[in-house]
């Protein structure tokens, strides 16, 4: 069993003719490095030691020789009494904490010294980056050196979602493999959701056998795919048995890796209730969900009803009996609590309580369910919609809609596991959206995962001891195979490891990428799949003073950038980028990634620019842009960029209110049209606005209306952008606003009724 899995702990390739010039490229960078002359040899003669006292080292022990066998064939217990001797210390070793090492190679010893098992394993593992990725017949030499690590967070994670699509036991030891060779301590396990229940529970087998199962539509889009109708096979799903969980909890645990649970509730229960509908308001019949189809689903439980709770005991109890780890993660998120206000039993429940509102009602939920973990010895964790109504007293929140949620709950002295969408969500593309397999949306490469940091600035010093680490996370609407979940985690897990294990002044990008390029080799000759590289351009503009202008940049490594600003398509013999490109008239600009003469880019990246009199100019808001979108700052709306189809590039967002911007010329102009460029995505709950209104005046207080220009597109439009322009006979103005009136998302929406987003790019004063 141990062997099977070993591939993915020798990911690490260096040639075998090692001097002590050579680069250890290890993942994440160590703490302490120091590269010595001479090397040690593996082979025949190599004996292997450690304290037999030691908690746990005789597991590691084992796992560390069954590694050496597995790349040479070599059996260490076979070698007692050699000269040369890899010896496993568990001893006090000052300064390295609970999960730091000591690795210590001579040409005659290699020490491996550590205050616990898990530093011992970690010490392993950088090993392990020194010798052979494949089996070889030639002598495994390491180089000797000595390294003191120790890693920055104590949480270190990693999360998978096996709910929307279920992946075998052997991929989810496959992920932890991954995890545990670049230092990853906590697997988040999301078992259960909407789309599917994926964990048995012996009291309930319905959950399982009705919930793991839905009908087969992975032909279609997440969001295009109809919901099942009574007589179709539920073909399409799977769960974990309780003996395999057990097997899979102490395949993790040798590794050093926790296992921590999600069972997510209220909200995301669609699959519970299909089994098992008395736990929905409306107690009526479904089916399970076969995507992102949502029309009469109940997807939450139903916190009014008694047996809901006693449910819910149940099933956690017979959870946290299978996963030893500290934490258990109630999920929280995202919870729909519009069927509570139509629920007698919740009204009942929120008079009976005395509560406020739906809000509060949602706390009064997750304060029971922690009672519930707290009461089994353990502490719960989950999304940060869980401060909605009041903060349960010793919760634990994973911030996931940016960082808001997780300063908060910091400066309310909880611990917080930063995690926010932007960098940190896997299912986002990486690479250019044109040359990379179909995702969710979003971008985040692997440049801005190694950017992030998980502290805010926002945080005094005291208040940053409550983020206990990061992680990334891998929601899999649109992963549906083993080979695209080692696609999409790849390379951009290492990228997150040496951003939560190494010194935030060690980190370097430049240095990063160089050792990245070993473990890219080792990748190739295993067969595993990632995504070789962002060749996508990052077009950058600037105004300042009325100036505009736009610095290039590639990720690629050892890459160039080569331009066009006619709208042509960039050549080799296009101009070199080398210097910030001025912009000074409306124009096209394209631009592509070079490496090694020859060009990466399947599709330019391109920017267009617009001049106009508005340029620099000063913009205030009547309601303040979402802080989730504020493109490149206050002044987005006149700094001549337009923007693209990616909604958080250059757009300015408004959440539920209406756009109401006010632009100060600084003097009078002649004017003779205005133009606001607004945005329409359907599925991202965003419309173009109903009406805009176009105002001018002279003093910047009485505003006279020059016309309100109506929304001619449908609202059902799954993408558009549009211009709402208004022509006029040339007059001098001085101030100009512009008022978007919000839209409601229209019958059928996942959203209906609600108030959806506008997004702007530009107003054009010409």
């Given at each position: 069993?141990?062997?099977?899995?070993?591939?993915?702990?020798?990911?690490?390739?260096?040639?075998?003719?090692?001097?002590?010039?050579?680069?250890?490229?290890?993942?994440?960078?160590?703490?302490?490095?120091?590269?010595?002359?001479?090397?040690?040899?593996?082979?025949?003669?190599?004996?292997?030691?450690?304290?037999?006292?030691?908690?746990?080292?005789?597991?590691?022990?084992?796992?560390?020789?069954?590694?050496?066998?597995?790349?040479?064939?070599?059996?260490?217990?076979?070698?007692?009494?050699?000269?040369?001797?890899?010896?496993?210390?568990?001893?006090?070793?000052?300064?390295?904490?609970?999960?730091?090492?000591?690795?210590?190679?001579?040409?005659?010893?290699?020490?491996?010294?550590?205050?616990?098992?898990?530093?011992?394993?970690?010490?392993?593992?950088?090993?392990?980056?020194?010798?052979?990725?494949?089996?070889?017949?030639?002598?495994?030499?390491?180089?000797?050196?000595?390294?003191?690590?120790?890693?920055?967070?104590?949480?270190?994670?990693?999360?998978?979602?096996?709910?929307?699509?279920?992946?075998?036991?052997?991929?989810?030891?496959?992920?932890?493999?991954?995890?545990?060779?670049?230092?990853?301590?906590?697997?988040?396990?999301?078992?259960?959701?909407?789309?599917?229940?994926?964990?048995?529970?012996?009291?309930?087998?319905?959950?399982?056998?009705?919930?793991?199962?839905?009908?087969?539509?992975?032909?279609?889009?997440?969001?295009?795919?109809?919901?099942?109708?009574?007589?179709?096979?539920?073909?399409?799903?799977?769960?974990?048995?309780?003996?395999?969980?057990?097997?899979?909890?102490?395949?993790?645990?040798?590794?050093?890796?926790?296992?921590?649970?999600?069972?997510?509730?209220?909200?995301?229960?669609?699959?519970?209730?299909?089994?098992?509908?008395?736990?929905?308001?409306?107690?009526?019949?479904?089916?399970?969900?076969?995507?992102?189809?949502?029309?009469?689903?109940?997807?939450?439980?139903?916190?009014?009803?008694?047996?809901?709770?006693?449910?819910?005991?149940?099933?956690?109890?017979?959870?946290?009996?299978?996963?030893?780890?500290?934490?258990?993660?109630?999920?929280?998120?995202?919870?729909?609590?519009?069927?509570?206000?139509?629920?007698?039993?919740?009204?009942?429940?929120?008079?009976?309580?005395?509560?406020?509102?739906?809000?509060?009602?949602?706390?009064?939920?997750?304060?029971?369910?922690?009672?519930?973990?707290?009461?089994?010895?353990?502490?719960?964790?989950?999304?940060?919609?869980?401060?909605?109504?009041?903060?349960?007293?010793?919760?634990?929140?994973?911030?996931?809609?940016?960082?808001?949620?997780?300063?908060?709950?910091?400066?309310?002295?909880?611990?917080?596991?930063?995690?926010?969408?932007?960098?940190?969500?896997?299912?986002?593309?990486?690479?250019?959206?044109?040359?990379?397999?179909?995702?969710?949306?979003?971008?985040?490469?692997?440049?801005?995962?190694?950017?992030?940091?998980?502290?805010?600035?926002?945080?005094?010093?005291?208040?940053?001891?409550?983020?206990?680490?990061?992680?990334?996370?891998?929601?899999?609407?649109?992963?549906?195979?083993?080979?695209?979940?080692?696609?999409?985690?790849?390379?951009?897990?290492?990228?997150?490891?040496?951003?939560?294990?190494?010194?935030?002044?060690?980190?370097?990008?430049?240095?990063?990428?160089?050792?990245?390029?070993?473990?890219?080799?080792?990748?190739?000759?295993?067969?595993?799949?990632?995504?070789?590289?962002?060749?996508?351009?990052?077009?950058?503009?600037?105004?300042?003073?009325?100036?505009?202008?736009?610095?290039?940049?590639?990720?690629?490594?050892?890459?160039?950038?080569?331009?066009?600003?006619?709208?042509?398509?960039?050549?080799?013999?296009?101009?070199?980028?080398?210097?910030?490109?001025?912009?000074?008239?409306?124009?096209?600009?394209?631009?592509?990634?070079?490496?090694?003469?020859?060009?990466?880019?399947?599709?330019?990246?391109?920017?267009?620019?617009?001049?106009?009199?508005?340029?620099?100019?000063?913009?205030?808001?009547?309601?303040?842009?979402?802080?989730?979108?504020?493109?490149?700052?206050?002044?987005?709306?006149?700094?001549?960029?337009?923007?693209?189809?990616?909604?958080?590039?250059?757009?300015?967002?408004?959440?539920?209110?209406?756009?109401?911007?006010?632009?100060?010329?600084?003097?009078?102009?002649?004017?003779?049209?205005?133009?606001?460029?607004?945005?329409?995505?359907?599925?991202?709950?965003?419309?173009?606005?109903?009406?805009?209104?176009?105002?001018?005046?002279?003093?910047?207080?009485?505003?006279?209306?020059?016309?309100?220009?109506?929304?001619?597109?449908?609202?059902?439009?799954?993408?558009?952008?549009?211009?709402?322009?208004?022509?006029?006979?040339?007059?001098?103005?001085?101030?100009?606003?512009?008022?978007?009136?919000?839209?409601?998302?229209?019958?059928?929406?996942?959203?209906?009724?609600k108030p959806g987003w506008i997004f702007a790019d530009e107003i054009i004063v010409e």
């Open positions: 069993m141990l062997s099977k899995y070993f591939f993915i702990l020798g990911l690490f390739f260096l040639s075998l003719h090692l001097s002590a010039q050579q680069q250890v490229n290890i993942i994440p960078q160590p703490v302490s490095f120091h590269l010595n002359n001479g090397s040690f040899i593996i082979d025949n003669k190599t004996s292997l030691k450690f304290n037999a006292s030691g908690k746990g080292l005789k597991e590691a022990a084992r796992f560390f020789a069954g590694y050496i066998e597995s790349v040479s064939g070599i059996n260490l217990f076979e070698n007692a009494g050699t000269s040369k001797v890899i010896e496993l210390k568990l001893e006090k070793v000052p300064g390295i904490g609970d999960e730091g090492y000591l690795l210590i190679v001579t040409p005659v010893s290699i020490i491996i010294s550590a205050n616990s098992t898990a530093g011992i394993i970690y010490g392993m593992q950088s090993l392990f980056q020194t010798l052979p990725a494949v089996r070889t017949n030639a002598a495994l030499t390491v180089p000797c050196l000595e390294i003191r690590d120790y890693p920055r967070f104590k949480w270190r994670g990693m999360h998978l979602d096996v709910s929307r699509h279920f992946f075998s036991p052997e991929l989810v030891k496959e992920y932890i493999d991954l995890m545990a060779a670049y230092k990853f301590n906590t697997f988040h396990w999301h078992l259960t959701d909407d789309q599917g229940w994926r964990i048995e529970i012996k009291k309930y087998p319905k959950l399982a056998q009705v919930g793991g199962w839905r009908v087969d539509h992975t032909d279609l889009v997440w969001g295009q795919r109809p919901q099942a109708v009574d007589g179709e096979a539920p073909t399409y799903g799977g769960y974990y048995t309780q003996q395999q969980i057990k097997e899979i909890v102490a395949y993790a645990a040798l590794r050093n890796v926790t296992i921590v649970p999600e069972l997510d509730v209220p909200g995301h229960s669609a699959a519970a209730i299909a089994a098992y509908p008395f736990l929905s308001c409306t107690q009526q019949p479904q089916l399970p969900l076969t995507g992102g189809n949502y029309t009469g689903m109940s997807s939450n439980l139903c916190p009014g009803s008694d047996s809901v709770f006693l449910f819910l005991q149940d099933v956690y109890s017979e959870v946290i009996n299978l996963f030893p780890a500290q934490y258990i993660h109630i999920g929280g998120d995202e919870v729909d609590k519009s069927p509570w206000k139509n629920c007698t039993k919740c009204q009942a429940r929120i008079k009976a309580e005395s509560l406020k509102d739906e809000d509060e009602l949602q706390s009064y939920f997750i304060k029971r369910m922690e009672k519930l973990i707290v009461g089994k010895h353990r502490k719960m964790i989950g999304w940060d919609e869980i401060l909605e109504g009041g903060l349960a007293p010793e919760a634990t929140v994973m911030s996931w809609r940016g960082e808001a949620g997780g300063i908060a709950a910091a400066k309310m002295n909880h611990d917080v596991v930063m995690t926010p969408g932007n960098p940190v969500y896997f299912d986002h593309y990486q690479g250019d959206p044109a040359t990379e397999p179909l995702a969710i949306g979003g971008f985040n490469s692997l440049k801005r995962v190694y950017e992030y940091e998980p502290i805010p600035k926002e945080l005094d010093e005291q208040q940053t001891k409550f983020v206990l680490g990061a992680q990334a996370n891998l929601w899999t609407e649109y992963i549906t195979t083993a080979e695209q979940v080692e696609y999409m985690v790849l390379p951009r897990m290492l990228a997150l490891a040496e951003v939560v294990w190494s010194p935030k002044e060690k980190r370097n990008w430049n240095g990063f990428n160089d050792r990245l390029q070993t473990h890219f080799r080792a990748f190739d000759q295993k067969g595993l799949h990632y995504s070789k590289g962002n060749f996508k351009v990052d077009i950058k503009p600037a105004s300042q003073n009325g100036l505009l202008f736009a610095t290039l940049s590639t990720e690629a490594y050892k890459g160039e950038v080569y331009y066009t600003t006619d709208g042509s398509q960039p050549t080799l013999q296009s101009k070199k980028y080398t210097e910030p490109v001025d912009i000074n008239s409306s124009l096209v600009l394209k631009a592509v990634s070079v490496v090694n003469a020859k060009i990466m880019s399947l599709v330019p990246a391109q920017q267009f620019f617009v001049m106009h009199k508005a340029i620099g100019k000063n913009v205030t808001y009547t309601n303040p842009v979402s802080r989730y979108y504020m493109a490149d700052g206050p002044n987005s709306l006149t700094d001549g960029i337009r923007g693209t189809n990616v909604i958080g590039k250059y757009w300015h967002g408004f959440s539920g209110k209406d756009l109401i911007a006010t632009i100060d010329l600084g003097e009078e102009k002649n004017i003779q049209s205005i133009i606001v460029g607004c945005l329409q995505n359907y599925n991202d709950w965003i419309f173009l606005p109903q009406s805009v209104k176009f105002e001018t005046s002279a003093n910047g207080a009485d505003f006279e209306e020059l016309q309100t220009v109506s929304n001619p597109l449908s609202i059902n439009e799954k993408k558009a952008q549009y211009d709402f322009k208004v022509t006029f006979a040339a007059k001098a103005i001085k101030y100009i606003r512009v008022t978007a009136k919000n839209n409601l998302c229209p019958p059928g929406h996942s959203g209906e009724g």
